[in-house]
């Protein structure tokens, strides 16, 4: 327990993180005690070096400060444009990458977490997290970084090359390689001042199935996707050994993600029947909720397990122009991790594992309607979902209605809070970022 504020602490008992309530408190007494500048300040220091999948005690203790920062006064306009500006500078002052350049280990003493920095490093426009391919027992950085590092270059971006913390047959979503990948985006956007809107992920074989499926996860941080010669994973028949469909987690999310999937119809490593699959999956759920306006299906015959035709920088320059755009009317959330707790602004605290979640912002009705269609063993629909908003979304001059499977949830002025904001920061997106959120109870 962080004993800064003691003093604050001794005077409440803190509970967890309850978001606002339908009705404005500004009538309300809060017995909370004021906190001076400097314990404001220590508690957005704190909130935000847990980051954004901070777990068990971390996570408790990030809920806590949520809860101090709850006496704080209700954001007006400017106090909310200060917060969110003060917010970015405090997150910019977290660690970088602890090197930057060349061939490195994350954890210098274990010599653990290997990862290469190539391409432009001065003045880049946009980062490129490449991976390598590999397998049980294979992947080397050095497979990715010279290619991915060299195509780059020619495009200004900088590139960081990670190496699978464990080599298996899924190593980009396994013992927490998924995990390190994020923490290497943010502080690699630390260390290169990258844009959030221009961070992209590519890779070859094992690194394709990374890029499918980590951009997928992550779908809301992503500019656009290069999988090459690798897809994400099945389900399979179990009589027939034949796909059936993609995993959970994968193609609904992709719902708004510019993406180029390569193929070889004779790959003999990776067949071209799991990819064949997923752009099905993508026809049926572009019938089903639109959006998918910029994916790309590029299949080719004749080079084997091979790179594309010219290579990554060929692949590269087919999404090198598409920027990310965080703030989205339509937003379809297929969660697949315990820890992603927000997906563009929708947020759970705790994640119905295959649940469907789709929410839709109807500008001229000032409304926001959110369906969710639970899986098995995904908890009761909608249980700790909430809608986060701002002005991007609705109109705050206006009566604002929330709506959860065709119920209304909320009609009112939404309060714009601190500790909102502090949760939508953690990441040190600004197109993250939200300062109202609505409890779909």
Sequence with gaps: MNNLLLTVLAALVVAPFVAPSNHSSANLQDPRPALSKKDRKAL???????????????????????????????????????????????????????????????????????????????GAKALLLGMHGGGEGSGDAANSAGPYGSAASSLKWVGVFPEVLEKTAHGWTDSGTEEWVLDLIEQARRSFDIDADHVYLAGHSMG????????????????????????????????????QEIDWGVVLNLRNVPMVVYQSIDDPRVPPDVN????????????????????????????????????????????????????????????????????YWLFWERPGIGAIVEGRIDRAANTVRVTVTPSAGSGSAGAELSVLLDERLVDFEREVIVELDGVEVFRGI?????EVLLETSTSGDPGRQYSARVPLK
Excluded at 50 to 73: C, D, H, V, W
Aim: charged fraction near 30%; aromatic fraction near 10%; include cysteine.
């Design 44 to 122: 957005l220091e704190e909130g935000l070096a847990f980051g954004s999948r901070a777990m068990g005690k971390e996570r408790t203790r990030q809920r806590e400060i949520f809860t101090l920062l709850g006496g704080e006064p209700v954001l007006d306009t400017k106090a909310d444009r200060a917060a969110r500006k003060e917010l970015l500078g405090l997150w910019e002052d977290l660690p970088g990458l602890p090197d930057v350049k060349g061939d490195n280990f994350y954890w210098k003493e274990e010599r653990r977490g290997r990862y290469i920095v190539g391409g432009k490093s001065r």
């Design 208 to 243: 394709g199935y990374g890029s499918w499926t980590i951009g997928a996860h992550h779908a809301d941080r992503v500019a656009a996707l290069a999988p090459s010669a690798g897809a994400p994973t099945p389900v399979l028949d179990r009589a027939t050994d034949k796909v």
């Design 276 to 343: 064949q699959c997923a752009v099905r999956e993508v026809g049926a759920a572009r019938e089903q909720f639109g959006g998918y306006d910029h994916f790309t299906y590029w299949e080719v015959d004749g080079r084997g397990h091979d790179e594309p035709p010219g290579g990554p920088k060929a692949h590269l320059d087919k999404i090198a122009d598409f920027k990310r755009e965080p703030v989205q009317d339509v937003v379809v959330w297929q969660p697949a991790l315990t820890w992603k707790r927000q997906f």
């Design 414 to 418: 939404p309060e714009r809070r601190l």
